[in-house]
């Protein structure tokens, strides 16, 4: 594997230490002198992003990190450090699930399975400016309208109300998300207002059913909660 350029930092998030150490050895032999900074969960990596995403030039995302399930924090990534391009990461390897990546702007696709050869070729082929992902044919657009339609409300979000959105994914309450952000009630409440104006939903139940949408397997149609409450 040879590298095409320098690269000054990059971030890898997943929650499994021992592919982060696999992927660190891989970026370490293409850019010995690069910067190598990791994410266990989302959390950490909106910290880590907002304290050195300009100085970032390639984000390796696991799909299932604890905090954001599925899509959501590639949306965040690209709504908000739209520089740094994103390549997936995922155990689940199946064409759906790639495309859906790729549809939801990921600049490329790397399964958990993939050797050594083919991590030193996806970062490579993305830090040059092109796409990758594995050889799955052509086939027909994933993305369903209510999950474009979620992802677009999404992007509206702010930073800060985007984790708070994430929070009451997790199940968190007010004052337990309140003291993660170390922020005052009052400002989440007022955080939940544009959340539940800009997903166009009105409680914290659906907040939780709209993200599930971009989960890896969605668990429920948002519509049909809507219709039936």
């Given amino acids: 594997m040879q590298s095409l350029t320098s690269v000054e930092q990059v971030i890898i998030a997943d929650d499994h230490p021992l592919f982060r150490m696999a992927l660190k050895n891989t970026i370490e032999r293409l850019f010995p002198e690069t910067n190598i900074r990791e994410a266990e969960d989302f959390n950490s990596l909106a910290e880590l992003l907002q304290a050195e995403g300009q100085r970032s030039q390639l984000l390796l995302l696991d799909l299932q990190m604890p905090g954001c399930e599925g899509f959501s924090a590639l949306i965040y990534v690209l709504t908000h450090f739209s520089h740094i391009p994103v390549v997936v990461v995922s155990a689940h390897s199946e064409p759906e699930i790639i495309r859906r990546s790729m549809d939801h702007g990921a600049a490329g696709f790397l399964p958990k399975s993939a050797d050594l050869n083919d991590m030193g070729e996806a970062i490579n082929t993305v830090l040059a400016g092109g ?7 052509d086939g027909p657009q994933t993305i369903s309208d209510q999950e474009q339609s979620i992802a677009d409300s999404l992007s509206k979000l702010t ?48 907040v939780v059913l709209a993200l599930g949408q971009l989960a890896v397997k969605p668990p429920v149609n948002l519509e049909e909660y809507r219709i039936s409450h």
Avoid: C
């Fill in 159 to 206: 930073q800060q109300q985007f984790r708070v959105a994430s929070m009451v994914y997790q199940g968190l309450l007010n004052k337990q998300i309140a003291a993660e952000l170390n922020i005052t009630e009052a400002t989440v409440k007022a955080h939940m207002t544009e959340i539940f104006k800009k997903l166009g939903v009105n409680s914290r139940t659906q």
């Fill in 131 to 137: 796409l990758w992902q594995p050889d799955i044919g």
